[in-house]
């Protein structure tokens, strides 16, 4: 169970149109850190935070530096 003072993890959406997923689930209110990348460089400060991944195409040596992963969303 997690610590009700924890902060949630974030999460990262990966590949060509991340951006505009992004801005979508931005809108709809999600509360929790949302960033957005098409290639491995625009992650790099946020790997771990990140609890859920959805996306494509990503190298796994990114998926591997992710230590509080929980999701995975191809």
């Given at each position: 169970?997690?610590?009700?003072?924890?902060?949630?993890?974030?999460?990262?959406?990966?590949?060509?149109?991340?951006?505009?997923?992004?801005?979508?689930?931005?809108?709809?209110?999600?509360?929790?850190?949302?960033?957005?990348?098409?290639?491995?460089?625009?992650?790099?400060?946020?790997l771990?935070?990140?609890?859920?991944?959805?996306?494509?195409?990503?190298?796994?040596?990114?998926?591997?530096?992710?230590?509080?992963?929980?999701?995975?969303?191809?």
């Amino acid at each position: 169970m997690r610590d009700p003072n924890e902060q949630p993890g974030g999460l990262l959406i990966y590949g060509s149109q991340a951006q505009e997923y992004r801005q979508k689930l931005l809108a709809r209110g999600v509360r929790r850190p949302i960033w957005a990348a098409s290639e491995p460089d625009g992650v790099g400060p946020h790997l771990e935070q990140i609890e859920i991944f959805a996306g494509w195409g990503s190298p796994p040596s990114m998926l591997a530096r992710m230590p509080r992963l929980r999701w995975v969303q191809w």
